[in-house]
């Protein structure tokens, strides 16, 4: 039994292959402003739409709920296919594969609360990824990062359009966890085996930047993409939710994943939701 977690399969090495020297966001790029629309669109068509003056919701807020939701299905279901079936993943130090459990965990715990504000599912439940997305220890972190970035630029247009104080704060309490994820991530780069590729010394992100590894803690304001509207990281979703775009940006269409939520078992209990507040109710 691993140390934080058994899953009742055993990751399964594969032979990495090199890396395309175009990334994915330069190719998610040809995603069609009409895409992302459509998807605006599918969101629009949930059912809390007709309850949300009862909730308090507007039509942006729930625009911004369910674009998370999709986001942390997404991430869920990104770190549990690294830490089934990533070889290299099994040749980390104890406490690299601690932290992509962890972040695996959290990102069910933010999904689990997206969910509750949408009332559904999230609409897309199978993903795309690049080629040799989780063989290739390289590709791996580029894209995890590069999520992150994604994740993070979401998080802050809910703290920027949010209709309520207690909306924006809870965005800025996910954001943050996406920014520890983003930081880990590369951190673990230089404990990547030599046989599969490392150290690795660079990574590029969202914005197609090669930048170093070190100091993984490389940001002093966190990145906002320029980002003003919701649509702008659906967008960014496009290839990894929609087949066609998928094969678009070069993805592998062939091995799509499906997200399969479960119960998280967070770290700790202080760190948990627990309220809009972040503390519990004081006793009487």
Request: charged fraction near 20%; charge should be negative; proline fraction near 6%.
């Amino acid at each position: 039994m691993h140390l934080f977690e058994t899953f009742g399969e055993s990751p399964v090495a594969e032979n990495p292959s090199g890396l395309s020297r175009r990334s994915f966001f330069q190719k998610a790029s040809i995603a069609s402003a009409a895409g992302a629309a459509a998807l605006v669109g599918l969101v629009r068509s949930t059912p809390v739409y007709a309850q949300s003056p009862t909730l308090g919701f507007t039509a942006s807020d729930i625009d911004i709920i369910v674009a998370a939701e999709i986001a942390e299905a997404l991430a869920v279901t990104t770190y549990t296919t690294i830490v089934r079936t990533s070889g290299w993943f099994t040749r980390l130090p104890d406490d690299d594969q601690g932290y992509l459990y962890a972040a695996r965990n959290e990102e069910m715990s933010h999904y689990n609360l997206a969910k509750a504000g949408s009332g559904e599912d999230s609409p897309y439940t199978t993903f795309y990824y690049p080629k040799h997305m989780f063989s290739d220890a390289q590709v791996t972190l580029n894209t995890l990062v590069a999520l992150e970035d994604a994740f993070i630029g979401a998080y802050l247009l809910g703290v920027r359009n949010f209709s309520t104080a207690d909306l924006r704060v809870t965005a800025a309490r996910i954001m943050g966890i996406e920014s520890d994820h983003r930081t880990l991530a590369r951190s673990l780069a230089g404990d990547v085996a030599s046989q599969d590729g490392g150290p690795i010394k660079k990574i590029t992100g969202l914005q197609g930047v090669t930048e170093n590894v070190h100091p993984p803690n490389n940001n002093s304001y966190e990145r906002t993409l320029c980002w003003t509207d919701i649509q702008q990281a659906v967008t960014v979703l496009l290839p990894f939710v929609d087949k066609a775009h998928a094969h678009a940006a070069g993805f592998d269409t062939t091995k799509p994943r499906t997200f399969e939520p479960f119960t998280p078992n967070l770290a700790t209990p202080l760190g948990d939701f627990i309220s809009f507040t972040g503390c519990a109710a004081p006793s009487d």
